[in-house]
C-alpha cells in the first residue's frame, strides 16, 4: 500500500500538564487535517532537548512519519530541555508514570484515532520496553533501538559484574545534560528553572556506586523480570558496533510476536548510522506502525523472527565507514567446540597449567564500551593487548567460520587474590597476526560465584560473549585471549591478579544455512537545518608518561556550535575525558570527565562547565564533582560533591 503525503504541521512547544501540576514540553508533527481525520499517535519520551539535542534526528524522522499518517509527540522529560520539574534519576517510576499520563492524554484528543506507539534509541528504547510493561491500553505497539532488558548486567554499569567506567564517563554525560537552562525564548522563568536544576541535580554516578549488586534498585525498570508483562507489539533494533546488541535477541526468545533487526551499526538509527550498509528503517518502522496501530496488512507479522547482517572478517580499525557482508534471514546454526589446551585451541579435550598475570592497561585497545559519538571509537588492533595475555589460537581454518549468536566460555581456573576479574575475547587473526576483535565478555568472578575467592582454588566458570554474526576466511585464525584486567573499560580488582588457568573450552554456534534479507534503501524527510559556527571534531590518544610510567587514554569529543535557522538559538559542547593507570598498580586507577556546554540567543550567552573525577584504595571509592554556570560570561552558580562509597566485592 502507497502512502498518501499529508499536509502537516508543527507545533513546536506544546505544554502538556501533568496531575501534579508539572508543565512538560512537547514537539508535535501532526497532519494539518488530524481534527478530522484522527492519527495514531508516536511518542518518544527523552532528557535530551528537542529544541537543541535531538533535532537532526527529529527532522529527518517524525517529520517522516507525520507526513504519513501520524502524530509525532517528541516530550522533553521533567527537568530537561523546556520543560519544568525536577530530575532524580534514569528510568524513575516518575519518569514512566509521565509517560503513561501523556499516552492517556493524546489518545483523548480528538486528533488522535486513540491508538498510540512510542519509540526510541538508547534512553528512549529503554523506557519504551518499561512503558510498555506498565500496559498503558492505547499503547499498542512500540520500536526500540539500542536499549536492554536487563539494566545491571546489560546497561552502563556492572557488565558481568564488573564495574564499567562508563558508569562514570555517562554519568558526567547526564550531570552536563541536565544541568543546561530551557531556551530563554520559550519559558519566561528559564533563569529560575536552571537555578532549580543547577542545585538539584544528581550526580548519578554516586547513585549507581550505591548499588553494586543486582539489587531491587536494578530490578525496576528491566523487563527481563517480568517479559509476559509487556504486551504491545515489539519491534527490537541493534547494531553489531553497539553496546547493546545482546537485547535483540534476548527480546525475539522472549517476547512472544517481536521482530529483531541487528546490523553492522553503532549506536545510531540505521537510517543513518554508521558503518553502512544502512536500511530503509523509516519504512520498516512504518511498516509496523500501519499494521498495529492502523490495522493494515503489511505482513509484518510474517516476517522472520530475527533478521541479522553476518559481517565479512575484515583487518582491525579503531573506526569502518563500511562493512561487507549479507544480510540473513531464518538462519540455522550448528554447534561447535574448541578446546583450550596446552597447543592452542583444538578438537580435543587436555588440562594445561597457564599463568596469567596482565599489565593493568590490558584492555588498551578494547575500544570504547559504546561506540556513540562517530569518533576513532571502536577496537583497533588487538596484538598489544593479545601479548600481554594468555592466548589460544586454532590451526589455519580449512574453510570460511561464519560466527552467529553468542560465543560460550567455560573455564577451570584459580586466583591468587579474593576479588578477581577474567576479560575473554574472540579474535580473528589474519595471515600477518593482525587481530581483530570479534566479539568479548568480561565477569567478576567473585560476584558471579556470590563470595570471595578462596585463592589458589580452583573455579569453574561459565561466561557468554557478546552475540555477534561474523565471518572468518579460510586459510585465517581464531584466538581466545584471557586477561584479569581489561583497562580502561572496567575498573580493576583492588590487588593485581594472576589467574592460573587450567582447562577450557569455547563453544559457537556457526551458520549452516540462510535465506538472504533485502531492505529497501534508506528514506527520511528533509535534514535540520543550521549553520554551522564551529565543526565536529572527535579524538583518541594513547599517552605514556616516561618518567611516572603512567599510561593515559585521552579523549575529546568536540561536538561542534551551531545556530538553528528557524528559530535562532545557538547551542555547542564540548567533552573530554582521561583515563590513567599505572600498569603495576590497579589504586593508581583514575577517571576524569569535564563537558562544556553552550547556549546563545539574544544577547544572552549561557553556558555550563561540568567536572568529575573517580579514583579508589582498596575499601573505598572516592567521587569529586563540581558545576559551575556562567551567564554572559559571569559566574552565577557553582556546586561542589564529594563522595565516598564502600567496594563491595568490586
Not at 554447534?335 to 596482565?358: K, P
Request: net charge negative; with cysteine; proline share 6%.
Amino acid at each position: 500500500m502507497k502512502n498518501i503525503l499529508r499536509d502537516i504541521e508543527e507545533i513546536p512547544d506544546l505544554g502538556i500538564t501533568m496531575s501534579d501540576g508539572t508543565r512538560l514540553s512537547a514537539r508535535m508533527w501532526r497532519p494539518k487535517d488530524a481534527g478530522d481525520d484522527p492519527v495514531p499517535m508516536i511518542l518518544e519520551h527523552l532528557p535530551y532537548r528537542k529544541r537543541d539535542g535531538t533535532c537532526a534526528r527529529d527532522a529527518l524522522t517524525h517529520v517522516y512519519f507525520a507526513q504519513r499518517g501520524y502524530a509525532c509527540l517528541r516530550v522533553d522529560m521533567r527537568g530537561n530541555g523546556d520543560s519544568h520539574g525536577l530530575m532524580e534519576d534514569e528510568y524513575t517510576q516518575q519518569e514512566l508514570d509521565d509517560a503513561v499520563e501523556v499516552i492517556n492524554w493524546a489518545a483523548a484528543q480528538n486528533w488522535c484515532n486513540g491508538s498510540v506507539g512510542m519509540m526510541g534509541i538508547s534512553w528512549g528504547g529503554f523506557n519504551a520496553l518499561q512503558v510498555a510493561a506498565m500496559t498503558p491500553e492505547p499503547l499498542k505497539a512500540i520500536v526500540t533501538l539500542c536499549s536492554t532488558v536487563d539494566r545491571y548486567a546489560d546497561d552502563i554499569h556492572y557488565k558481568g559484574g564488573c564495574l564499567l567506567n562508563e558508569n562514570l564517563g555517562w554519568g558526567a554525560t547526564m550531570w552536563s545534560y541536565s544541568s543546561r537552562a530551557p531556551d530563554p525564548a520559550l519559558r519566561p522563568d528559564w533563569r529560575e528553572m536552571w537555578l532549580g536544576r543547577l542545585e538539584n541535580e544528581p550526580f548519578l554516578p554516586s547513585v549507581w556506586l550505591r548499588h553494586q549488586g543486582r539489587d531491587e534498585y536494578w530490578k525496576h525498570g528491566s523487563v527481563c523480570e517480568s517479559y509476559d508483562t509487556i504486551k504491545a507489539r515489539v519491534l527490537a533494533v541493534g547494531g553489531w558496533g553497539d553496546s547493546y546488541k545482546n537485547t535483540v535477541p534476548q527480546i525475539v526468545d522472549n517476547i512472544p510476536g517481536a521482530k529483531g533487526i541487528l546490523g553492522p551499526w553503532v549506536h545510531k538509527y540505521p537510517h543513518f548510522a554508521v558503518p553502512e550498509p544502512r536500511i530503509g528503517f523509516l519504512q520498516e518502522a512504518l511498516r509496523w506502525w500501519d499494521k498495529w496501530l492502523k490495522g493494515v496488512d503489511t505482513g509484518v507479522e510474517k516476517d522472520p523472527d530475527l533478521r541479522t547482517y553476518l559481517m565479512d572478517g575484515v583487518r582491525p580499525a579503531t573506526w569502518y565507514t563500511e562493512r561487507k557482508g549479507r544480510w540473513l534471514a531464518d538462519a540455522v546454526n550448528e554447534a561447535q567446540t574448541w578446546h583450550l589446551n596446552q597447543d592452542g585451541l583444538r578438537a580435543t579435550s587436555q588440562t594445561f597449567e597457564r599463568l596469567v598475570a596482565s599489565p593493568q592497561d590490558t584492555g588498551a585497545d578494547g575500544g570504547e564500551y559504546c561506540a556513540i559519538w562517530l569518533g576513532p571509537e571502536l577496537p583497533g588492533d588487538q596484538r598489544r593487548d593479545d601479548a600481554f595475555s594468555a592466548t589460544f589460537d586454532s590451526a589455519a581454518l580449512p574453510a570460511d567460520l561464519a560466527i552467529t549468536d553468542a560465543p560460550e566460555i567455560n573455564l577451570t581456573l584459580a586466583a591468587d587474590q579474593p576479588i578477581a576479574h577474567v576479560a575473554v575475547r574472540l579474535n580473528h587473526i589474519h595471515p600477518d597476526g593482525a587481530a581483530t576483535r570479534i566479539t568479548y565478555g568480561v565477569l567478576n568472578i567473585a560476584r558471579h560465584l556470590g563470595r570471595p575467592l578462596v585463592p589458589g582454588q580452583q573455579e569453574n566458570i561459565r561466561l557468554s560473549l557478546d552475540h555477534i554474526a561474523y565471518k572468518v576466511p579460510a586459510g585465517h585464525r581464531i584466538r581466545v585471549s584471557i586477561s584479569p584486567t581489561y583497562w580502561p573499560l572496567i575498573w580493576p580488582a583492588p590487588n593485581a591478579v594472576a589467574l592460573t588457568l587450567f582447562a577450557g573450552s569455547l563453544s559457537l554456534q556457526t551458520l549452516k544455512n540462510a535465506d538472504t534479507w533485502t531492505f529497501p534503501p534508506p528514506d527520511a524527510a528533509a535534514p535540520w537545518q543550521t549553520e554551522e559556527l564551529r565543526p565536529e571534531a572527535h579524538g583518541r590518544q594513547h599517552i605514556t608518561d616516561m618518567t611516572t610510567g603512567i599510561t593515559s587514554l585521552l579523549i575529546k569529543d568536540d561536538f561542534g556550535k551551531v545556530r538553528d535557522l528557524e528559530h535562532g538559538l545557538i547551542n555547542g559542547s564540548t567533552a573530554r575525558e582521561t583515563w590513567e593507570i599505572h600498569p603495576d598498580d590497579p589504586l593508581s586507577a583514575r577517571g576524569t570527565c569535564h563537558w562544556t556546554d553552550e547556549l546563545e540567543r539574544d544577547g544572552i550567552a549561557l553556558r555550563t562547565e561540568t567536572t568529575c573525577e573517580m579514583w579508589s584504595d582498596a575499601e573505598h571509592f572516592h567521587l569529586h564533582a563540581e558545576v559551575q554556570a556562567f551567564e554572559n560570561g559571569k559566574c552565577i552558580y557553582q556546586r561542589e560533591v564529594e563522595d565516598k562509597i564502600s567496594r563491595a566485592l568490586l
